[in-house]
């Protein structure tokens, strides 16, 4: 049915034919019947890479095929959603390997993002914990794919926005846990050479992130919070959470009813949320035991919270920096400041190493800022883009709704060889979407962007 669609961003909305499935027989009829389809989960990402004339739902098709409780493997449909999977497994002992900011996306969305969180710089990205997947080709045949198995397909898919074909089924490995909380530590850093000093003192921690004031100046400029956090043993926990230590107590969540007005966001507003979050703090350092769900999913503690930036909807602008270009993040922080458009989301976190074809992640400094759709904001955008491809940095195609074509061919030196693993397994565009047609990633035939004319 012919509805319009958007993604956690509200920006932009398309009208988009979409239908989901429930069984292989159903998927495969939708897949020979229509061109420019997508594959589309829970819609958490932020731009347009899961949009199409023509959507292909993954919700309903979210079974376990089995979970391996002494081993810690797991295999599934590729539409059950993280949140439903940690339900089942942490009771047994067991943790998602690698988890987002968010635990409401699907395993199909988190391959095809080949997500990563706050652990990247010891445990790597989703790609990296895969034992095997299957995947639906444009040919209507299902290809086993893995590591070692048909491997560029498989690293084409990783972090390949859907475009090889629709991901189906996924077994992956786990992590081993005593408890369901997280023993954390928050550091309060005066500026931007602190937290990243602290960032490499305490890399030896399993998770690290900071939340960075954008719009301090002087000698504040960067001043952030640093958490770290490891998972809990047994007996670091109270009496009562020892009782039931792999439960959590059940919490009501708050939500945001309706689009909230376009002036509730402005320089003001960010500068006021920002000095109470910042004096929230008022020790250098606070240690405790937190359950997992407020370290790794706050924002999930608000339903409907993109709400928050209005009907206009809004862009999550993340990109990420080599290790030896901190001067590249000064400089785009301080064009943020200059501008006075704070974010109330403004994470900082470091990358470990990884080689792979189209992945996002590199070794090095990501930020991750929110900004309402206002008028201006794109061509800002824009030149903050061009500053990331001076320090020779990319941006993420999962949160990406605006970049240029120019600017993903130049910054992803793989971005080539992506594309010819497309157009082999996927030549007709059968799967495309708003995204892939924009960076001319499945141009038509005569546009075939080439490494001379890029």
């Known amino acids: 049915m012919q509805k319009q669609l958007a993604n956690w961003g509200n920006y932009p909305a398309v009208t988009c034919d979409e239908q989901s499935f429930t069984q292989d027989d159903q998927l495969l009829s939708f897949v020979h019947q229509h061109d420019a389809v997508i594959a589309r989960g829970n819609g958490r990402c932020y731009g347009d890479a899961s949009l199409a004339v023509h959507s292909i739902s993954t919700l309903k098709y979210d079974k376990v095929l089995d979970f391996d409780t002494e081993n810690g493997f797991f295999e599934c449909q590729a539409g059950i959603t993280l949140d439903q999977i940690l339900d089942i ?10 988890t987002p900011g968010t635990k409401y996306i699907t395993v199909g ?22 034992v095997y997947m299957d995947v639906l080709t444009a040919d209507g045949k299902t290809i086993r794919c893995s590591p070692t198995e048909h491997t560029d397909f498989y690293w084409a898919t990783c972090g390949g926005m859907g475009l090889t074909g629709v991901i189906t089924v996924v077994k992956f490995d786990l992590k081993k846990i005593e408890t369901a909380y997280i023993k954390q530590k928050q550091l309060k850093a005066k500026n931007l050479d602190e937290v990243i000093r602290l960032f490499d003192e305490y890399k030896h921690y399993t998770y690290s992130m900071a939340w960075i004031d954008c719009l301090k100046t002087g000698d504040a400029f960067g001043r952030s919070i640093l958490i770290v956090g490891e998972h809990a043993k047994k007996e670091e926990l109270s009496p009562k959470q020892a009782e039931h230590p792999l439960e959590l107590p059940k919490k009501g969540k708050l939500t945001i009813p309706f ?28 240690n405790n035991i937190v359950p997992y769900e407020p370290f790794f999913y706050p924002l999930d503690a608000i339903l409907h919270w993109n709400r928050g930036y209005g009907k206009a ?19 785009i922080l301080k064009r943020i400041n200059e501008k006075g458009w704070g974010s109330f989301l403004a994470v900082l976190k470091v990358f470990g190493q990884q080689e792979s074809l189209i992945s996002f992640p590199m070794e090095g400094y990501t930020l991750a800022l929110d900004f309402p759709v206002r ?9 903050l883009d061009e500053l990331v491809l001076q320090h020779k940095g990319r941006l993420y195609l999962s949160k990406d709704a605006r970049m240029k074509q120019d600017i993903f061919w130049k910054s992803y030196p793989n971005a080539q060889r992506f594309a010819d693993i497309v157009h082999q397994y996927n030549s007709q565009r059968k799967f495309r979407s708003v995204q892939s047609d924009r960076l001319l990633i499945t141009p038509p035939e005569e546009r075939q962007p080439t490494a001379a004319n890029q």
């Open 375 to 383: 008028k201006g904001l794109f061509q800002f955008l824009d030149e």
């Open 89 to 98: 497994i942490v009771p047994k002992g067991w943790f998602l390997p690698i």
């Open 313 to 331: 909807g809004f862009v999550q602008y993340q990109f990420v920096l080599p290790m030896d270009q901190k001067e590249g993040l000064v400089t």
């Open 259 to 286: 689009n909230l007005p376009s002036f509730v966001l402005n320089t003001f507003t960010v500068k006021a949320f920002n000095w109470l979050y910042y004096g929230k703090n008022l020790k250098r350092e606070i």
């Open 109 to 130: 969305g988190a391959v095809a993002s080949d997500v990563h969180g706050k652990n990247h710089h010891v445990d790597g990205s989703f790609s990296g914990h895969i």
